[in-house]
């Protein structure tokens, strides 16, 4: 296996890789090309030991058995890159405001300002000479000097008066909209915080007039203090402004994939890796420039093979840092089942105790998916707090669902949708990229509608122990009755916890889900899940009431 670059164009991208000692007499030369400067900068880099770190680091945290994919032989290529630099050569006017005006200063009315602007607008761009000059240095400069100039703008002529404006703000209305209340007239009532109860401020309304435009929602322009003109220095600049275009176009050998879309994360890898051509390729257009430059970054992928899935995934690593660009949505396929699992789970309800232990053992048995069902919680209580102290709410109010006013639905829906972010970027960030955006949004928002949901026992918890636990009472004291002894008493007491552990195991199956849910250490609105509190309750007050209940019927008959 060779560890050079193959040097292929990407209109023949089946061209056959040329060995090392052609690439070492293409590149010996002074005039060697930008893709045969790509393939020289990676000549001893070691990619193939990074290629299978990354690999096998993504497919082991996803669960995937070794048997289970296959990896073809590293490839070496190259991505090109079109870096175009284009210039647009205009005049702008600028105005600065002007508060002191000396008394010899001439200022121009309006009118005056305006065809000053015109006249000297035209003037300004009869600057051949100066564009000329200008364009043959950008025809003859090299990429890394045109490089640094894109987002900057070069100053030609300047020329500036002063003189009267119609102001920007109002357009000579001499009235804006109200910046207090943003052209409402109305402000959030501060004593009750728009909670439109009992208040003598708003009288239940939740708002007040605004004090500043006294509830009209128009106030006094403060640009021109509401004159509709004010005094400007006007500054007419001839210029030049570049930014950049860039085109990239990648292609795996043995694929007939192009990727012509990538991240900007991936753009960035790509450019700091590629080596473009000295010579730009230079053309005047209407008011501009346009320099075009030829690139190639080194690349360096596999394809993998995951069975039961017919197109292979690409991982490709680019330039001498190996940074992986363009990760494949492995985890769209690989966790499939656990979506469509968690979604019928989601759908079946909270009945099913048997559906959420499934549903719990296969998130957990995925390291990826169990570390991020684990950051629900604190991205939840996250963004309570900050919309409770954006909102002036208390944090109870929002974490208790009782409230149901439309500000209070509001908050919570403001909330859900910012866990969602959060936790989908936990995903990705987890799964180191290798999923795509609507997968990982949707598997977020199941992830924290499931979490609540998990707390839930069993909902006829309370009916079941009502009815075993009457039931075992009036058993133990009819027994009691007719054989008021001290073995009938402890074999009572022994028939209630026996009861307590079969109404446990085998109607509600608490134990067998409390250790299955207990494993991914979950806590929701700052209670354990799941929260075997009122179980514990039920069996109390059985067993309680069973000791009670021998003790004192035993206690009556040997006193009788």
Not at 88 to 94: L, M, P, T, V, Y
Not at 191 to 200: D, L, P, W
Not at 222 to 238: A, D, H, L, T
Not at 368 to 377: C, D, H, Q
Request: proline share 3%; charged share 25%; glycine share 6%.
């Amino acid at each position: 296996m060779s560890d050079s670059i193959t040097a292929k164009k990407q209109s023949n991208p089946k061209q056959s890789a040329p060995k090392n000692e052609n690439i070492a007499k293409n590149t010996s030369g002074d005039d060697s090309s930008a893709e045969d400067k790509a393939v020289q900068s990676v000549r001893n880099v070691n990619f193939q030991q990074k290629l299978d770190a990354v690999v096998s680091s993504i497919f082991s945290r996803c669960g995937v058995p070794i048997a289970d994919f296959h990896v073809s032989k590293p490839l070496t290529f190259c991505a090109s890159v079109s870096y175009n630099l284009i210039w647009n050569f205009k005049c702008r006017a600028i105005d600065k405001p002007i508060t002191k005006i000396s008394d010899d200063t001439r200022v121009l009315s309006a009118v005056e300002l305006d065809d000053f602007t015109k006249v000297n607008s035209k003037e300004l761009e009869k600057e051949s000479k100066v564009t000329a000059a200008f364009i043959k240095r950008l025809a003859n400069a090299k990429f890394n000097e045109l490089a640094s100039l894109s987002g900057q703008i070069v100053a030609f002529n300047r020329i500036a008066a002063i003189g009267r404006s119609r102001c920007k703000k109002c357009r000579g209305t001499r009235k804006s909209r109200c910046e207090v209340c943003s052209g409402s007239g109305s402000l959030t009532c501060p004593t009750c915080q728009g909670r439109k109860i009992s208040c003598r401020t708003c009288h239940g309304s939740g708002r007040i007039k605004c004090y500043a435009c006294d509830g009209i929602g128009m106030g006094i322009c403060p640009e021109c203090k509401g004159k509709g003109e004010m005094v400007v220095e006007r500054e007419i600049v001839y210029d030049g402004e570049c930014h950049k275009q860039v085109n990239i176009s990648l292609r795996l050998p043995d694929s007939d994939k192009i990727v012509r879309e990538f991240t900007e994360k991936d753009e960035k890898v790509i450019l700091e890796a590629a080596n473009f051509e000295d010579k730009s390729t230079g053309s005047e257009t209407n008011h501009g420039f346009k320099a075009s430059f030829a690139g190639y970054a080194p690349c360096f992928g596999v394809h993998v093979a995951l069975k039961g899935v017919d197109a292979p995934f690409d991982f490709i690593l680019c330039g001498k840092s190996l940074k992986a660009i363009c990760r494949p949505a492995l985890l769209d396929v690989v966790f499939a089942p656990q979506s469509v699992l968690l979604s019928e789970t989601l759908n079946v309800g909270s009945t099913s105790v048997d559906e959420k232990i499934a549903c719990v053992k296969a998130l957990a048995s995925k390291a990826i998916l169990a570390k991020t069902i684990r950051t629900v919680e604190r991205y939840e209580m996250e963004c309570i707090e900050k919309e409770a102290n954006r909102q002036g709410f208390s944090l109870e109010t929002i974490l208790s669902e009782k409230d149901n006013s439309p500000r209070s639905k509001h908050i919570r829906n403001t909330v859900k949708s910012e866990i969602i972010d959060k936790v989908a970027k936990e995903l990705t960030e987890n799964a180191h990229g290798f999923v795509s955006r609507d997968f990982a949004r949707v598997f977020a928002k199941n992830l924290i509608d499931f979490v609540p949901m998990l707390m839930i026992l069993n909902p006829n918890t309370k009916p079941v122990w009502m009815a075993v636990t009457l039931t075992t009472w009036l058993v133990e004291a009819f027994s009691m009755f007719f054989m008021p002894s001290l073995g009938c008493a402890f074999l009572g007491v022994g028939i209630s916890v026996l009861v307590c552990i079969l109404t446990s195991v085998l109607l509600t199956k608490n134990w067998t889900y409390y250790s299955v849910v207990s494993a991914l250490r979950l806590t929701h609105k700052q209670k354990k899940v799941p929260s075997l509190t009122q179980e514990a309750i039920q069996s109390g007050r059985l067993l309680l009431g069973s000791l009670f209940i021998n003790t004192f019927l035993f206690i009556i008959a040997n006193v009788t």
